[in-house]
């Protein structure tokens, strides 16, 4: 078959292709079986079936892949303490599978860095750059999306569970593998939700919610905010969820950093006054 025909077979398909693959486990058994009579070793057929493994774990309820679900899941994987090299693996795993799907548009060619530099940090010019763009894009629920990952430090599947209920209290509980903590909502950022929610007709329920009223799902925030990054020609590395998440985390280490710094000047000033009134002569 020459190639141009064979290249527009392909394209339909693609084009016929429903929005992502449903994952199911015995297309994995076939790409499996299908590697291990290429003569793969059995440690890479054991990587990449643990690999595989923990993909079909963490995808919804419907086990589609979809644009944007290896990124997301790459993000999980890091933040789930999981190495570069070992995340690479995974992501390769992934990869070769798709291929074998033949949905290639669904995979991943970034790689983490093996050498574990850290990966160009947010900026909050550049943080307060994509809200301008999306106010000037008229999106409010993306400038919402936005500011409360770089507000709360909120992972995606925390910041699709937030409810009205959960903005009116101003607070509330996430919990993390197992580690439960408090999640709090600035005051400016509780107004904006509201407002937007009351604009919306949403009185209680999920803040962020598709048009049947369920959660967004991860991997369409992901495209969402790296659509956003391009619009306001920010480089996507820098300016995706968990490069969000960082800029929260990073400025409340900085916050924190100066509050012990405030902490101790007024600890030797208390002390100073102290050895003024009773200390020991030292000459």
Known sequence: MPATVKQKKQADIIALRPDGLVMDWSDAERFLAEWEAKGRSAETLNKYRYALELLYQALPEDKTIRRGTLAEWKDE?????????????FLAACDSFLFFMDCREYQLAERMAKDGKLQPELSRGEYLRLLTTAK???????????????????????????????VEAGKFVVTFQGARRMVHLPEC??????????????????????????????????????????????????????????????????IQSSMQVLMEQAMDRQIEEEQFLVGWETK
């Open 189 to 254: 950022l509780v107004q904006e939700v509201l407002a937007f929610a009351e604009r919306q007709g949403i009185k209680d329920g999920l803040v962020f919610r598709n048009e049947r009223g369920g959660p967004l799902h991860r991997s369409y925030i992901t495209v969402l905010i790296s659509k956003l990054c391009r619009a306001a020609q920010i480089p996507e590395e820098k300016g995706n969820p968990r490069a969000l998440r960082r800029l929260y985390l990073t400025t409340w280490d900085g």
């Open 136 to 166: 000037t894009l008229e999106d409010e629920r993306l400038y919402l999306l936005v500011k409360t990952i770089a507000c709360t430090g909120l992972r995606l599947n925390e910041l699709s569970e937030m409810t009205v209920r959960d």
């Open 77 to 89: 994987l890091l933040e789930s303490g999981y190495s570069n090299a070992t995340v690479n693996v």
